[in-house]
């Protein structure tokens, strides 16, 4: 070779040490931080049969997103607002800008972080300040509450509205705790989205959204300040009206308001103006400023002790706040399934899309499911607690000495439509698994029986082992219809949850099987309870993961492949969504290409998710260096997950445009035991014929595993089943490096990209 060639490997999610990717025991840092950095092997350490020009490099980006604590915990906290940021990137391809699914789920994330605020108040100011403290059975042996039961009610419930405004803090600062380190490159001059029409991938600035997520964070510190007034000055209109209460309780409303109207704009906005300078940042500064004198002012009139103790029950307007956010959730769900159906007709990869096209409104749901059921195991934990005995309920009485704490009804029903919706979901999930399982296996049959054709006696033992392997991995195809039926019951139970606001709701029928059938009702609040204790464990179950993953190397993984799969897009719905690596990761390595490609060529090495990286940042290439550059993907998602999850930016059509783009040097190499990966572009089972012809059916090499099913003579075991890792380490994957090494040698001239397909 006459120039240099560099094979830069990028890991997937969980992150192997440099060590690991580039199988040498000594490395060292050549570029980045500790964050992200790039590593090759240290010269003179190990040894390498590679003639001179071919080099390795790994980027090891791992450290972006964080350690195992920091995980679970945000795993525990912000798993709703991950997954709503999620939704609109899994809309279906219609080649324009998305319709109304951007402006829905900005205002479905909306409605998350006010439900986040009502569930602190219904601990703190609620269940706490309102009934609690003025009960003596409540603070009786309980000193670290009885200091409250001194103070007069108003500047005891301003004193305990300080809680809902930490937690909002609490908020702000776990999404942007790591912000310096994920979202590091800030964007150039005129870097950021200026023109309409559908976000694409390959935009310049689609990884750089700092000036989005500071207009998000403005918008829902409104929103969530704004609830919180609301709920105080609600308080003292019911007890003390006075003109200053209804101004400040009318302002409140109107920033509430005012943040929806926002969300309704484009997320996405020009960087600067020509003599304007940045565009916006003067609104948010405002926006802020305005919802924290708000708030401010809310706490300091409630925190004026003018007020007599009010009668006992719960906090004036709570309940109808809950049950009001409810119904705005199901009518914003409804319209987001309507309008997601819509533009699924009109899609043009609905073939090939992840649950029907239906992914949007499945994630949506799912962030509102965990929000609800979070927010009812919180309140009803707590009031179980304090109310030492059974878990309030309406239909049961209270017991003698016991303060009778009233939680929302709403979240009751929350937590009973949690319980059926997972008791459904499961036997779905097992149903699937039962029903697809001979088809599976006979599929399996057909591979193993063509990779290890009459196999001895002695070796029937590993040969079944390899056709289980081969059939579980395809079990994730056949979970279609289990996100469909958790969308179908997880909107029949907000929707009936909603209708409480009608007076035909859940809440009307209980109150109507107690008056006719008690042991009917008694039979619901015990489901009810069940469904509270398993929300509750399932929160602590979360914890007890974080926990087991510094011991267990397998549940470590677990907890990191959802955090790296669910941060990997840019935020644009939710700004307490955890950080998105992305944003630093692809930058950095489009960087680092094109330094390493003006010395020779740069083959792009990328191992599961790290595939996705890759393609993202062959994207993100100018046309100039697109000629020097070669694509090898293995143990890839891009088709199995990403093009069927997210259509819109990564679907089938983004990837023949990235073989176009780099003139198919692109090299894909997957295995049928891997439960991950798969062909890009041709069949996945035997006897299916590809699905497409030309270069783009060359692309894909499927590497047989096990290499056997026998011993072989040297060896006093069968080989492994390696599954989905480890790649690098088969001679196919060198094989492939020195033919796509071969073929960028061969480059003579650069050539141009084609155009855009659309």
């Not at 149903?431 to 057909?446: G, I, K, N």
């Not at 700004?575 to 680092?592: H, I, M, N, Q």
């Not at 089943?721 to 071969?742: K, M, S």
């Amino acid at each position: 070779m006459a120039r240099e060639v560099v094979e830069l490997r990028v890991h997937g999610v969980s992150g192997a040490s440099a060590e690991e990717l580039l199988d040498h025991p000594v490395v060292s840092r050549v570029a980045g931080d500790t964050n992200a950095g790039f590593y090759r092997p240290r010269p003179g350490f190990g040894i390498s049969d590679r003639p001179g020009e071919l080099k390795v490099e790994a980027y090891r980006w791992g450290a972006l997103t964080a350690g195992a604590a920091v995980r679970t915990l945000s795993l525990l906290f912000l798993l709703p607002f991950m997954l709503v940021n999620l939704a609109p990137w899994a809309r279906p391809a219609t080649g324009g800008s998305g319709g109304l699914i951007g402006p829905l789920c900005r205002l479905l994330a909306a409605t998350l972080t006010a439900a986040f605020v009502l569930s602190i108040v219904g601990v703190t100011v609620d269940i706490i300040g309102w009934q609690c403290v003025p009960y003596r059975p409540c603070i009786q042996g309980r000193g670290y509450l009885a200091w409250l039961a001194k103070l007069p009610l108003g500047p005891r419930l301003a004193l305990l509205a300080l809680v809902p405004i930490g937690a909002l803090r609490l908020l702000w600062w776990l999404g942007e705790r790591s912000a310096r380190a994920f979202e590091a490159f800030p964007a150039s001059r005129g870097q950021d989205r200026t023109s309409g029409g559908e976000d694409r991938i390959d935009l310049p600035g689609f990884w750089n959204d700092a000036l989005v997520v500071r207009r998000l964070r403005a918008i829902h510190l409104a929103i969530g300040l704004g609830t919180l007034a609301t709920m105080l000055l609600g308080a003292q209109l019911y007890i003390h009206p006075t003109p200053v209460a209804y101004v400040i309780y009318v302002l409140a409303w109107l920033l509430l308001a005012a943040g929806a109207v926002l969300l309704c704009l484009p997320a996405r906005f020009p960087a600067e103006v020509p003599g304007r300078g940045p565009v916006d940042l003067r609104g948010i500064r405002t926006l802020r400023l305005a919802a924290v004198g708000l708030a401010v002012l809310a706490v300091l009139y409630t925190a004026v002790p003018l007020e007599r103790e009010p009668p006992r029950g719960q906090l004036p307007n709570y309940e109808a706040a809950v049950a009001l956010l409810v119904a705005i959730q199901a009518g914003l769900l409804i319209a987001l399934v309507v309008t997601t159906m819509h533009q699924r007709r009109r899609s043009r990869d609905i073939g090939s899309s992840r649950m029907s096209g239906l992914a949007t409104p499945v994630l949506a749901m799912a962030s509102i499911a965990a929000a609800s059921g979070f927010a009812a195991a919180l309140v009803y934990r707590v009031a179980d607690f304090l109310d030492r005995g059974d878990i309030p309920n309406p239909v049961r009485p209270n017991q003698p000495g016991a303060p009778p704490l009233e939680p929302p009804v709403t979240y009751r029903w929350a937590a009973l439509a949690g319980l059926a919706a997972i008791l459904i979901v499961a036997a779905t999930v097992l149903w699937r698994s039962l029903a697809t399982r001979r088809r599976r296996r006979r599929r399996a049959d057909e591979i193993v029986r063509r990779d290890f054709p009459d196999p001895p006696p002695e070796a029937m033992a590993r040969w079944t082992a390899v056709r289980d392997v081969v059939a579980r991995s395809a079990l994730a195809e056949q979970l279609g219809p289990v996100f469909i039926t958790f969308l179908v019951l997880s909107l029949l139970g907000v929707t009936m949850a909603a209708l409480d606001l009608l007076g035909i709701g859940p809440s009307q029928f209980n109150e109507e099987l107690a008056r006719k059938d008690g042991n009917l009702s008694n039979e619901l609040a015990l489901l009810t309870d069940i469904g509270i204790y398993v929300i509750g464990l399932i929160a602590l179950g979360i914890l007890v993961v974080g926990l087991l993953s510094y011991r267990s190397e397998g549940t470590r993984r677990t907890v990191a492949v959802i955090w790296d799969l669910g941060t990997f897009w840019p935020r644009t719905v939710h700004p307490f969504a955890p950080p998105c690596y992305a944003e630093r990761a692809v930058p950095e390595l489009a960087k680092r290409t094109i330094a390493l490609s003006r010395k020779g060529g740069v083959i792009l090495s990328g191992h599961s998710h790290g595939s996705v990286i890759v393609t993202a940042t062959v994207l993100q290439l100018p046309p100039e260096v697109l000629p020097r550059v070669a694509l090898l993907t293995h143990g890839s998602p891009l088709h199995r997950i990403y093009a069927r999850l997210c259509p819109a930016f990564l679907g089938d059509w983004v990837l023949h445009e990235t073989g176009d783009r780099i003139g198919w040097r692109w090299v894909n190499l997957w295995r049928d035991t891997d439960p991950i990966g798969g062909p890009l572009f041709s069949a996945h089972w035997p006897g299916q014929h590809p699905r497409v012809s030309g270069p783009a059916g060359t692309v894909d090499r499927r590497l047989r595993d096990p290499q056997a099913v026998t011993v072989p003579p040297d060896d006093t075991v069968p080989p492994s089943i390696d599954q989905h890792w480890p790649y690098h380490t088969d001679p196919a994957y060198e094989a492939a490096v020195r033919e796509l090494a071969g073929r960028l040698a061969d480059r003579t001239a650069p050539e141009s990209p084609p155009r855009t397909r659309r």
